[in-house]
T-cell receptor, first 115, second 111 residues
Framework: EVQLVESGGGLVQPGGSLRLSCAAS????????MSWVRQAPGKGLEWVAH????????YYVDSVKGRFTISRDNDKNSLYLQMNSLGAGDTAVYYC????????WGQGTLITVSS | VVMTQSPPSLSVTLGQPASISCRSS???????????LAWFQQRPGQSPRRLIY???NRDSGVPDRFSGSGSGTDFTLKITRVEAEDVGVYYC?????????FGQGTKLEIK
């Protein structure tokens, strides 16, 4: 059974930083493009960042460029999102997503940016 | 690329059909002639689930009452006979251009 498990969410003050992790089981992460997608409370889905199989290609939505960094450790079968200079607009559930002939989503981790 | 879905919500009687439209501000056609457009379902309290990829290909386990069609900039998700388990929000997503973008969602409820 494929599982993607996010961790690292929580409450952070404006201007703060957080690092999200996504641990994969049941699939070899190095075979797939991966991304982070977020959903603000009561809102729709927003694609945030994407990384190719070996980490050499990365893409970001404009609103997080220069603040967020997506990375992966294929040896650990894990995906990461380093988030800096967080603001209220970053408050959301963050999903780890695997892309391929099949498509898997984690259960999400909530980030709340508030003082 | 802006993705525009309609309607924002729809209320459907059990067993009746439903249709959701998605329009992109740019063509989603790939070099092979296929458009890179996917549909997702998000049931209440759950993570999203992909239903359809590359316009019309159903993901494994997706009932055949779901179908996708379209090309270029205009796409449609159809449900032939709505069931209670279909309640939720449906999103289209374009995967042709960076950054990838979702539609704003269509909320399906049972009348």
């Amino acid at each position: 059974e494929v599982q993607l498990v996010e961790s690292g969410g929580g409450l952070v003050q404006p201007g703060g930083s957080l690092r999200l992790s996504c641990a994969a089981s049941g699939l070899i992460l190095s075979n797939y493009w991966m991304s982070w997608v977020r959903q603000a409370p009561g809102k729709g889905l927003e694609w945030v960042a994407h990384i190719n199989q070996d980490g050499s290609e990365k893409y970001y939505v404009d609103s997080v460029k220069g603040r967020f960094t997506i990375s992966r450790d294929n040896d650990k079968n894990s995906l990461y999102l380093q988030m800096n200079s967080l603001g209220a607009g970053d408050t959301a559930v963050y999903y780890c997503v695997q892309w391929g002939n099949a498509n898997y989503w984690g259960q999400g981790t909530l980030i709340t940016v508030s003082s | 690329v802006v993705m525009t879905q309609s309607p924002p919500s729809l209320s459907v009687t059990l067993g009746q059909p439903a249709s959701i439209s998605c329009r992109s501000s740019q063509s989603l056609v790939l070099s092979d002639g296929i458009s890179d457009l996917a549909w997702f379902q998000q049931r209440p309290g759950q993570s999203p689930r992909r239903l359809i990829y590359k316009v019309s290909n159903r993901d494994s386990g997706v009932p055949d009452r779901f179908s996708g069609s379209g090309s270029g900039t205009d796409f449609t998700l159809k449900i032939t006979r709505v069931e209670a388990e279909d309640v939720g929000v449906y999103y289209c997503m374009q995967i042709r251009h960076w950054p990838h973008t979702f539609g704003q969602g269509t909320k399906l409820e049972i009348k």
